[in-house]
């Protein structure tokens, strides 16, 4: 999302590509600053909704014939003619009566088809179900009413639903096209942005398991690149000679194929590098700082901070060691009484209560917070003073460079890739040995009792990364890259 907006800004046209079905797409794109003519939905474009004003419908509005009784409710208001149950009105969620979607039902009040509303006020799609409650097909309008999707599912060998088959309705009037599966549907989907593209389009796939296969059966002109947002071995401690994560496969498979491969790191760079000496890689930076306004020219010092605090932000995952975090946070607590931890991010729900629990055991429930998943932290990031990473391996690790540009110090344990490139170590972070638990909390703990140490570590990091990451710089790095374009 950033991305499209350093584009945009500097006036090159882009947009983020997505291929899920989703009608609350356009109101989750406004929490991140992104807009409508910043994305384009494949399901949005065959239904020639890319570019829709959004409108309020609720109930009132679904033309109920009016001798039925409507009973509402908080979350859905039930529609019955005498005693029988006609149609439930669902509500989209954190709306006040925003209808969401009619489901119906038969005489015996089984439910036999649903309609799917969108956040901008359209009837965008039909479920239609069976006798035995699964669904059966499912069909997508334009605004208009229009049908120009239909899937069909069939029972797979535990009876539920499997997609056998999409038609694409008389698609620009040339009949109908059929598909296997939305796999299939995307790809063409992405050839037929190309060709319909005035210009050569350039494909940036962030997402590999999405957007590999897809690329690879496009033979036509448009740039194709693959960037890496994780670690591309199977075993992060052999980079160079261990399997390669299942999703990249095919495509260092077929690199040939492809006009570049993006990383966030230089590390990791070089390591393909070597593994694929012919292929065409580099690195990015995954963020850029924007130029500060008269007004944010007063740096947040760590004294303007909540004292003794301490940050997490990430996945709540095994692998990121949330355990070891928690039990070094205590040993920071005992020598820091007021000392505080805060994690966001989101995670299996057994993994984040069981990481609850054990604050609770730890006797930390006081000390610690779980936020959950945030869309921007870009205010919350001024409000901490430290920044902690135990992750055993890591693509892209986001958070810590926002943190270097926010001026958080950061402590963290050494790993592929990140760590080594982003810290410099007794500077404006510190990087500890994997495991290393005590020696991580002593050095927390000496930059949380130490003031002048602290602001000198946060002015380090902030430096570094308005000199490193600076929009122009960064955006002038994409342009040669593009530019370059030289396949192999």
Request: proline share 5%; charged share 20%.
């Amino acid at each position: 999302m950033n991305r499209v907006k350093l584009f945009n800004h500097y006036k090159t046209p882009a947009k983020i590509v997505t291929k899920i079905y989703d009608r609350l797409l356009h109101r989750t794109i406004t929490d991140f600053g992104v807009t409508d003519g910043q994305v384009i939905n494949m399901f949005d474009y065959f239904q020639e909704a890319t570019d829709l004003p959004a409108v309020t419908v609720k109930t009132e509005d679904l033309n109920i014939p009016i001798e039925y009784e409507i009973t509402v409710g908080a979350n859905f208001s039930g529609v019955a003619n005498g005693d029988r149950l006609i149609e439930n009105v669902g509500f989209i969620p954190g709306t006040i009566g925003r209808v969401f979607y009619q489901e119906f039902f038969d005489q015996q009040g089984n439910r036999i088809g649903t309609d799917l509303w969108d956040w901008r006020g359209f009837r965008s799609a039909t479920q239609y179900f069976g006798q035995n409650g699964k669904l059966i097909a499912q069909r997508y309008y334009t605004p208009t009413g229009r049908t120009v999707l239909e899937e069909y599912y069939a029972q797979d060998t535990a009876g539920n639903p499997l997609l056998s088959r999409i038609i694409l309705k008389d698609y620009r009037g040339e009949g109908d096209r059929f598909f296997q599966n939305t796999d299939d549907l995307f790809t063409f989907f992405l050839n037929e942005l190309s060709n319909r593209d005035t210009e050569t389009t350039t494909f940036i796939v962030d997402r590999p398991g999405t957007g590999v296969k897809p690329l690879l059966a496009l033979n036509d002109a448009s740039r194709k690149y693959l960037y890496i947002p994780i670690n591309h071995a199977v075993n992060p401690n052999d980079p160079v000679h261990a399997n390669l994560d299942g999703f990249l496969e095919p495509a260092f498979a077929h690199f040939s194929h492809f006009d570049g491969f993006i990383t966030a790191t230089q590390q990791q760079a070089d390591h393909l590098a070597t593994r694929f000496p012919k292929a065409r890689i580099f690195a990015m930076p995954a963020v850029t700082t924007i130029p500060l306004t008269k007004e944010q020219t007063e740096k947040v010092a760590p004294s303007q901070r909540r004292p003794h605090s301490l940050l997490y932000v990430g996945r709540v995952g095994q692998d990121k060691q949330i355990d070891q975090q928690l039990r070094l946070f205590a040993l920071v607590k005992d020598r820091v009484p007021d000392a505080t931890f805060t994690l966001y991010g989101y995670g299996d729900p057994k993994y984040v209560t069981e990481m609850k629990q054990l604050a609770d055991s730890l006797k930390l429930a006081d000390s610690v917070t779980f936020k959950d998943y945030v869309p921007n932290l870009q205010d919350a990031y001024d409000q901490y003073q430290v920044l902690i990473n135990t992750s055993l391996a890591d693509g892209s690790p986001l958070a810590m460079m926002e943190a270097l540009m926010h001026g958080l110090p950061v402590v963290s344990y050494k790993f592929n890739y990140g760590p080594a490139e982003l810290i410099a170590d007794g500077k404006d972070g510190y990087l500890i040995d994997p495991g290393q638990t005590l020696a991580m909390a002593e050095k927390i703990v000496a930059l949380f009792t130490d003031e002048s140490q602290l602001a000198a570590f946060s002015d380090a990091a902030y430096v570094a990364a308005h000199t490193q990451w600076t929009r122009r710089k960064v955006w002038n790095r994409w342009q040669k890259e593009l530019e370059t374009n030289v396949t192999v």
